[in-house]
């Protein structure tokens, strides 16, 4: 998979692809499909494993070539030593997480550094459908509050408070809109909260 077919298919994904060094060594946390690890591997030579408790997604990921750990996410990292990786991610998944502070603290403690991704939930679409009563259905919040795999709602204020908790440093933080860098009202305009994370 190059640069332009990550782009057309997941363009938040393409955004992030820039923070990872060529030839890193990458835990891909909750790697779905593994669209991700696909393209840093082809198009970056990096090396590393996915994990992913799906079995559908396990298979997909396999299809393109990725290796991954199957297991719950929920059961920690127990597996990778500290310090393990290069990089650790762990996109849109956090948010489907009980136990989140748990799992923050061995994703830093496993990687050098982390990027961090989830649903911004004081994107102003979100806001006007509690105004009118609603939960929020959004392209980044697809799904109704009945069969939603999301177990918490954050903002970016509320991250960077856990991250700050949690004693580490956000070397960056970025609100994607459709893939695009907000700059102006983030945490209004934003429907994706991005962070780069590394211990203090």
Known sequence: MNFNELSAARPDLAFI???????????????????????LQSDKQCSGYGIEIADDK??????????VVQQDMENGLGLFGDNS?????CLSSLQMMKHVEDLLRDIVRVGK?????????AYWPHRVALLK???????????EWYDTPNVRCATIHD????AEECGLEVIECVALAEGKRVSFLPNLRGDLAVFRLRKK
């Not at 396990?58 to 290796?67: D, E, K, N, P």
């Not at 550094?113 to 939930?121: C, D, G, K, L």
Request: aromatic share 12%; with cysteine.
């Open 85 to 89: 990786f290069d990089t650790v991610l």
């Open 17 to 39: 692809a820039h923070w990872v060094d060529h030839k890193a060594h990458v835990l891909d946390v909750g790697c779905g499909d593994g669209v991700m690890m696909d393209y």
């Open 159 to 162: 991250f960077r408070d856990l």
């Open 58 to 67: 396990v298979l997909a990921s396999t299809q393109r070539g990725v290796q």
């Open 133 to 143: 009563g609603r939960m929020p259905v959004s392209e980044s919040l697809p799904y």
């Open 113 to 121: 550094e982390a990027i961090v991704s989830f649903p911004n939930f």
